[in-house]
């Protein structure tokens, strides 16, 4: 099962908030996000610490119906991307998360507290999403087929 795709001539929509967009914010969004954002969603995006590896791996599983949130805060942590449906955390780290201690030493700690209340967390680098996004969300929307959790299975 792949990335489902947009039909031709449907208007483009707000991966946040589903938002009918003109073609010029489409555009402007797509340049400066990776994703389209209505200009609301854009501003939100302008003033955070998301990547633009986040976005985009965010984007792609909206698209493929997944119902991700994106920046959730859960108590304790904001979390790049969550699946509440599977359970599921995505963090999309960059290479400070690979190489300093300390950074080592909070994630872990970031994951367990995830852990304690039912959730794995998958951490993925923003140099996997750049080159393997799509590949990454096929094998989410197959986990989440197997778990049978995925909206178009309600």
């Not at 209505?38 to 698209?63: D, F, I, V």
């Not at 367990?112 to 990454?136: C, D, K, P």
Request: with cysteine; hydrophobic share 35%; net charge positive.
């Amino acid at each position: 099962m792949g990335v489902e795709r947009r039909m031709p001539g449907t208007p483009e929509t707000c991966r946040r908030c589903g938002q009918i967009l003109t073609p010029g914010v489409v555009q402007y969004s797509l340049d400066r996000f990776a994703i389209p954002l209505c200009r609301k969603h854009q501003h939100y995006a302008r003033n955070s610490t998301a990547t633009k590896e986040s976005l985009t791996l965010y984007g792609l599983l909206k698209e493929a119906g997944i119902p991700a949130q994106f920046e959730k805060f859960d108590g304790y942590k904001t979390i790049d991307i969550a699946i509440p449906a599977l359970f599921l955390n995505i963090e999309v780290d960059g290479a400070h998360h690979r190489c300093n201690k300390r950074q080592i030493q909070t994630d872990r700690l970031r994951d367990e507290y995830s852990a304690r209340r039912g959730f794995a967390t998958f951490r993925v680098s923003n140099e996997l999403v750049r080159g393997q996004a799509r590949g990454i969300v096929d094998a989410i929307v197959r986990y989440a087929s197997e778990k049978r959790l995925r909206r178009d299975f309600a």
